[in-house]
């Protein structure tokens, strides 16, 4: 082996080192069970967990405004699984470009009872009522829950298309996926850290709680469309067996991670010319298999109007508010443009200097 290729071996091996005790918990070391990835901050909701198929009592969500668990049955066991708030220490963990991992942290959500947040409430049950196949397919498409490759291995597979179509050499890859991936890192921190601080709840707790005891027009469910219901028995645009993420509303993950690549694939290419897109075939969905009822074909001509889509596609599926979208667009964005300035000073010989840290 030569000297390059030593070299190489011995600076990875730091890396992995450096990042088994970055606050991810990776080893198991940080938590009483040693559990790999386990939590070790303590949190508990504040909320009992409710689920999809039975209606939600004002007395099931006796904390308004913070985050309430979902249950839901386990399609490969039968089971009813109630998970608890995903990674609630992933603020903790060592950044890549971030000084910090509050240092985008954006101003706090919509006070729950206020004007704005009933605002936002009505535009979901709107949306709701009036999703057309292509925004059911694209609800779907840009959902990237479990068993799918998450909204930033999503990405990395746009990045693959971007080096295909401009015969990149491999030193280009390399410096490509080493600025997006650092900019994928910080916005899971710099998300995660405002899920925790801010706890917010979900659509499907909020328009429960705020629109009980009245009727409102919304998705009934496959095949259903928009029927009238109580409000208590509202329900977002997704499969049964994964009706809501496990973690807290504000700000948006898709956004921000969405935000963030399409910003350093916007600068490392010089352009945000994409030129791709995605055939859903008919009847394909798996929150409504009647759906579409032709296929639908969705087109990206840059990479922002991905991007754009990924967000508000959260809003299709009854996933996120309006403020949760656009403020983790602009989070991504800022964590986007701060790691590619890094990652270029280390290609070009002057990024060992920095030294970020997290707020844990």
Not at 61 to 72: C, E, K, L, T
Request: hydrophobic share 40%; glycine share 8%; net charge neutral.
């Amino acid at each position: 082996m030569g000297a390059s290729g030593l070299a190489a071996l011995l600076a990875a091996a730091a890396v992995i080192d450096y990042r088994h005790h970055d606050g991810a918990n990776q080893l198991g070391d940080l938590s009483p069970s040693h559990v790999p990835y386990a939590d070790y901050t303590g949190y508990a909701p504040l909320n009992p967990a409710i689920t999809v198929a039975t209606p939600t009592l004002r007395s099931m969500i006796p904390v308004p405004g913070r985050w309430q668990p979902v249950s839901y049955v386990n399609p490969d066991t039968g089971t009813m699984v109630t998970p608890n708030l995903v990674a609630p220490f992933w603020g903790n963990v060592r950044p890549f470009a971030l000084t910090s991992s509050s240092q985008f942290r954006p101003a706090p959500p919509a006070a729950w009872n206020s004007f704005f947040a009933r605002l936002q409430i009505a535009e979901v049950i709107w949306i709701s009522a009036h999703l057309t196949d292509k925004q059911k397919c694209i609800a779907e498409y840009w959902a990237d829950g479990p068993t799918s490759e998450t909204p930033a291995g999503h990405w990395n597979l746009f990045a693959q298309f971007v080096a295909r179509r401009d015969g990149m050499t491999l030193d280009q890859e390399v410096k490509m996926y080493f600025a997006l991936n650092g900019a994928l890192l910080d916005a899971s921190i710099a998300t995660w850290e405002a899920k925790r601080h801010y706890d917010y709840w979900r659509p499907i707790s909020a328009i429960r709680y705020i629109m009980s005891g009245k009727t409102i027009t919304a998705w009934g469910g496959p095949g259903l469309d928009a029927v009238s219901m109580p409000g208590e028995q509202w329900r977002p645009f997704q499969k049964d067996s994964f009706p809501t993420p496990p973690f807290s509303e504000y700000t948006s993950g898709h956004s921000a991670f969405s935000a963030a690549a399409a910003e350093v694939l916007k600068r490392f290419t010089h352009s945000d010319r994409f030129g791709t897109g995605v055939t859903i075939a008919a009847h394909s969905l798996q929150a409504e298999p009647t759906s579409p009822a032709s296929p639908v074909t969705l087109k990206w001509q840059t990479f922002s109007q991905a991007a754009n889509e990924a967000g508000i596609s959260r809003r299709y599926g009854g996933i996120h508010f309006i403020q949760g979208d656009v403020v983790g667009r602009l989070l991504g964005r800022k964590v986007g443009a701060q790691a590619y300035k890094l990652a270029e000073e280390f290609w070009k010989g002057g990024g060992w200097h920095h030294a970020p840290i997290s707020d844990g």
